[in-house]
């Protein structure tokens, strides 16, 4: 692969042993019938499991599958940084390993790139949005609560920030993701954040949306999720400057 491809698929995994192989063959096949150069980038984020083994040997008979490691696990906003910032492709999109947004919404996002867009977010939220498996309901109210929050404290408008499926032209990946600091729930807002400061324009598209069971947000996570917010009002709300990339 001497040429940069067109897209780069980032998938942040930590011991996704038992989601992974029914995802990433989904992937892969809709990229082989896509027409477009591509590679998919396995982040493991310190897995337990048999993650690695897994990926190591599907990457050996696919060669636009590549591993990437660091050993010891960060968190999943570590995962996507270090995935955004490897990634050679025209556009870069990270997606989750569970699929919980179908690889095909993908269709949806390149007309935006097109029209100028730098960052397209997947947004659950947007009355055209279908779920064809919602959430509970307590954790669907919980999530309006913490949209109401995030909007606050973060000056964002979205109504949907925490979807893990945002696609970006390479410069603006790299701009932002060398800007991130937050290394587990809260990056996304984050990124978002960093996005606007940066001029970055961005669009939230409806998608389907088929909520995963062995979802790994848990409500004890709460106390870590208003630490990160409160680290982000004040690391960007200051006079913090925003460091742009050299390389496109």
């Not at 083994?53 to 490691?69: H, I």
């Not at 390479?170 to 991130?180: M, P, Y």
């Not at 807002?189 to 088929?210: N, Q, R, S």
Request: contains cysteine.
């Amino acid at each position: 692969m001497a040429d940069d491809p067109q897209l780069s698929i980032v998938i942040p995994c930590y011991n996704e042993a038992t989601r992974l192989p029914r995802s990433l063959p989904v992937i892969q096949d809709y990229l082989r019938n896509s027409g477009l150069t591509y590679e998919i980038l396995v982040v493991d984020d310190g897995s337990k499991d048999g993650t690695v083994a897994y990926v190591e040997a599907e990457s050996a008979k696919d060669p636009y599958l590549r591993l990437l490691r660091y050993g010891q696990n960060h968190g999943k906003g570590f995962a996507v940084r270090y995935g955004m910032l490897r990634a050679r492709g025209q556009w870069v999109l990270f997606t989750d390993a569970d699929l919980s947004t179908p690889i095909t919404e993908l269709d949806r996002f390149f007309p935006y790139l097109e029209k100028g867009y730098d960052v397209v977010i997947a947004s659950r939220a947007l009355v055209e949005s279908r779920l064809e498996v919602p959430q509970p309901w307590y954790r669907e109210r919980l999530g309006r609560l913490m949209n109401r929050v995030i909007r606050v404290v973060s000056g964002l408008k979205f109504p949907d920030t925490q979807c893990g499926f945002k696609l970006f032209t390479r410069r603006a990946a790299l701009d932002i993701f060398e800007n991130v600091t937050v290394e587990t729930w809260m990056f996304d807002v984050e990124a978002l954040v960093i996005a606007m400061k940066l001029g970055c324009t961005i669009v939230d598209v409806p998608i389907t949306w088929i909520n995963s069971d062995e979802s790994r947000v848990h409500w004890t996570h709460t106390v870590r999720v208003f630490r990160e917010l409160l680290h982000i009002r004040l690391h960007w709300f200051g006079r913090r400057p925003v460091r742009q990339s050299i390389t496109a």
